[in-house]
């Protein structure tokens, strides 16, 4: 029996309001997950250049130290591709949600358990080893989360506002590494470094088990994708989804792994291997270096919605483009300012830095997520973005300590940023820009 005209105007404007309600849902659990994730990956890096190297490596030198803690922080980087691979699998056989709770307790669990390992002095190699297993768990769970993220805000929400919406899962790098750095610089401050570095580290370490619960409570209330779901209806669900993102857009894949060089491999170089190179080189305090990191992340809340906004309206790849340029063009003054400049200039020189990645990183999302088709986006788009990791960001520090050492000079980083920079460009003029595409239609992504 039809509904009269009434009762249907309210049960269409009910499906509204329940849509308008789950894309709130969706935004702000893909925004508190990432947060968790990152958040937690961050504490690693920090602690990876603060604490680790005479913790876990005492009998070495200051420099092998270093390399070596951050040889840890860089096999992170290498589980994420593997982490990609299996959850993206599963992201798009099962869908988004059920894959993204399994993330953040893993992330969740491996980084609790970090702030209760014993040193070297207690385990001797077994301390390193064990936080080498755990930096992999870290690693396969931020693989199989970003794109998951991504996609629950963006197949929820207006076309038109993919840019605004899939920035959410983005603003969780600044706020997971406000609140991670912004836990290590308070504890830094207000505790000796004596008991900073035997037992305060720890502590935003072990809060990680109460976010995890937060986090599982916001996306247990979400429903799957609309997206998604009418591929599950369609019955047009891959058996081997991420083999066949890699047999038929192998392409994309490649250069959406292009694409974030100029925005990965900086970031960590001017979030992690800074306090590295400020403290050790120039003898400015940890707790400086870190609160110019924390302003400079608090503003990204701002710039990265902004300029995904912007994307929206002018398109991706001419906003994204900007970026990768003005990275390349403060290379060298970037390290000018920290080899001889003060306080002030330094932490300009901070600030500016993360602005070209907010550049970058707020379109990046969108950019790569619409370079897949529905059924095979959680592993294609997680595949590319994670591939970067292995290249550009995981190597970062650890080359960058590398080349100061052989070279004595940090303007062979700056080229080293310039390089990623010109690898950047070409890569996304060569990715087609699908701001105003139907991401719905399987058209969209037909060979011409």
């Not at 940890?286 to 302003?295: D, H, P, R, S, Y």
């Amino acid at each position: 029996m039809a509904l009269d005209p009434h009762e249907a105007d309210k049960v269409v404007k009910a499906q509204e309001t329940e849509k308008r309600t789950q894309v709130r849902r969706a935004a702000f659990a893909s925004a508190i997950g990432t947060t968790i994730e990152w958040y937690d990956f961050f504490l690693y890096n920090t602690a990876a250049a603060l604490i680790f190297p005479h913790l876990f490596f005492p009998a070495s030198s200051s420099y092998a130290g270093a390399m070596q803690s951050f040889a840890t922080y860089a096999v992170g980087f290498a589980a994420r591709p593997v982490g990609a691979a299996i959850f993206g699998y599963w992201g798009d056989r099962i869908g988004r949600k059920v894959t993204l709770v399994v993330t953040l307790l893993l992330m969740g669990i491996a980084s609790g358990l970090v702030g209760v390992l014993p040193g070297a002095a207690t385990l001797g190699i077994a301390a390193p080893i064990l936080l080498v297993v755990l930096r992999l768990v870290q690693g396969i769970a931020i693989g199989g989360e970003w794109s998951g993220s991504v996609l629950l805000a963006m197949e929820w929400g207006n076309q038109r506002k993919r840019g605004l919406l899939g920035s959410f899962a983005q603003i969780g790098v600044p706020v997971g590494l406000v609140l991670g750095t912004g836990g290590m610089t308070l504890l830094s401050a207000v505790l000796s470094d004596s008991a900073f570095s035997s037992w305060g580290w720890r502590i935003p370490f072990l809060l990680s088990f109460v976010l995890v619960a937060v986090g599982l409570v916001i996306r247990l209330r979400i429903l799957e994708t609309p997206m998604f779901a009418a591929v599950v209806a369609a019955k047009r669900v891959s058996r081997s989804p991420v083999v066949d993102a890699v047999k038929h857009h192998w392409r994309e894949i490649l250069l959406s792994a292009g694409v974030r060089f100029s925005e990965q491999m900086p970031f960590y170089l001017f979030t992690s291997y800074v306090l590295v190179y400020v403290v050790a080189q120039h003898h400015y305090s940890k707790t400086f270096v870190l609160n110019a990191v924390l302003v400079a992340a608090a503003l990204e809340l701002f710039t990265i919605p902004y300029f995904s906004q912007l994307s929206d309206k002018f398109g991706r790849k001419r906003v994204y483009l900007t970026g990768a340029v003005l990275t390349g063009l403060i290379a060298f003054p970037y390290f000018a300012l920290l080899k001889t400049g003060g306080h002030v200039v330094i932490f300009v020189a901070v600030i500016v830095s993360l602005l070209a990645h907010a550049l970058q990183y707020g379109p990046q999302a969108a950019l790569i997520g619409e370079s897949f088709p529905t059924h095979l986006r959680y592993g294609g788009a997680g595949l590319g973005y994670q591939l970067a990791s292995v290249f550009a960001g995981g190597p970062a520090p650890l080359l960058a300590t590398w080349l100061l050492q052989v070279t004595g000079t940090p303007y062979s980083i700056s080229a080293y940023i310039v390089l990623s920079a010109v690898v950047t460009v070409l890569c996304v003029a060569a990715l087609k820009d699908r701001s105003r595409a139907d991401i719905t239609d399987d058209a969209t992504y037909a060979r011409t």
